[in-house]
Nanobody, 115 residues
Framework: QVQLVESGGGLVQPGGSLRLSCAASGIIFSIYAMGWYRQAPGKQRELVASIARGGSTNYADSVKGRFTISRDNAKNTVYLQMNSLKPDDTAVYYC?????????WGQGTQVTVSS
């Protein structure tokens, strides 16, 4: 059974930081591309950042220079370090694991940026 479990969300003030974690089980983590997506109320889900199995990364323009994605294959975990958070970053953040036809999602973690 595949599980992706996100943690680390919460309420933070503008300019603050959060670190999201996604622990994977039931997959050979090292061969999967991992990604973080987010969905704000009334908006479509969008890609925030992704990291390939070889370690190359990709970021949405809106988060470049503020967010960093990383992975620890020994711990089957992917992280999203979020700095200089803005109210527009408020959303439910989802972890994704993808490899050819296989595509898995976590249940999401809420991030709220507000004073």
């Amino acid at each position: 059974q595949v599980q992706l479990v996100e943690s680390g969300g919460g309420l933070v003030q503008p300019g603050g930081s959060l670190r999201l974690s996604c622990a994977a089980s039931g997959i050979i983590f090292s061969i999967y591309a991992m990604g973080w997506y987010r969905q704000a109320p009334g908006k479509q889900r969008e890609l925030v950042a992704s990291i390939a199995r070889g370690g190359s990364t990709n970021y949405a323009d809106s988060v470049k220079g503020r967010f960093t994605i990383s992975r620890d294959n020994a711990k089957n975990t992917v992280y999203l370090q979020m700095n200089s958070l803005k109210p527009d970053d408020t959303a439910v953040y989802y972890c994704n694991a993808a490899q050819t036809i296989w595509d898995y999602w976590g249940q999401g973690t809420q991030v709220t940026v507000s004073s």
